[in-house]
């Protein structure tokens, strides 16, 4: 490893490595202190310690490799958020909880927080009891820090939920879309700009939420 790679940089680059991983892409950090990450056995870019990935323009040909690109960029980006939370959040103390958890945000009755391990960061939204010495009502959300972080915002009444859509919704208003722009000759300019502008949001989102699916779970504590 390289020796001005810091214990903490290491721990990013390690943890950026395991999301890639989980998210089919073949990523490995070697002694250089990148990591080299490749899609279909071909070349697809690199990450550093800093966050900064670098690519060659020649191996991003097509928009599936595109997608991919902007995969390991969004978690690189990600990884890099909250593991700086990480380094200097509190543990979370409640009653009957273990304190491996830390507080990445604390809001009003809602508390998001994270734990690192040897799989990587796990994060969990509570709420908590009316004396602030317990959480209840536990919704766990595996590695998904995104869907993680909007649920801790509506449960903490920053978001208004009814202003969110689903995946399956987002996907209706693409198709919809799609519809529009090829089968609606009375569309005028600026309505189809719109809708163009539409498509290139919801590019942006799609991907990356059907690649994780968070599994919510209830649990009463």
């Known amino acids: 490893m390289n020796e001005e790679l810091t214990p903490q940089k290491e721990r990013y680059l390690r943890e950026v490595e395991q999301k890639l991983l ?3 892409l073949d990523a490995r ?3 250089d202190g990148l990591i080299h990450v490749r899609w279909n056995e071909q070349p697809l870019c690199s990450v550093d310690r800093d966050g900064i ?3 060659r323009p020649a191996d991003i040909m097509g928009s599936d490799v595109d997608k991919q690109l902007r995969t390991v960029i969004q978690t690189a980006g990600q990884v890099k958020e909250y593991m700086r939370i990480f380094e200097c959040a509190p543990a979370l103390k409640a009653v009957g909880l273990e304190d491996t958890y830390k507080v990445l945000a604390d809001f009003g009755d809602a508390v998001l927080a994270g ?5 990587g960061a796990r994060f969990v939204t509570w709420e908590w009891d009316f004396d602030r010495q317990s959480v209840h009502a536990g919704h766990y959300f595996m590695e ?4 993680a972080k909007q649920d801790f915002a509506v449960r903490a009444g920053l978001v208004n939920e009814q202003r969110l859509f689903s995946d399956e919704q987002i996907a209706v208003i693409k198709n919809v879309c799609e519809f529009a722009l090829e089968d609606d000759a009375t569309l005028s300019y600026a309505e189809e700009k719109q809708l163009h502008s539409v498509q290139e949001q919801i590019e942006l ?3 990356q939420q059907e690649r994780n699916q968070h599994h919510t779970m209830e649990q009463t504590m």
């Open 22 to 24: 989980h998210r089919e």
């Open 29 to 31: 950090l070697l002694d």
């Open 53 to 55: 990935v670098r690519f």
């Open 115 to 119: 734990q690192l391990g040897k799989k």
């Open 144 to 147: 998904n820090y995104e869907a």
């Open 205 to 207: 989102l799609l991907p």
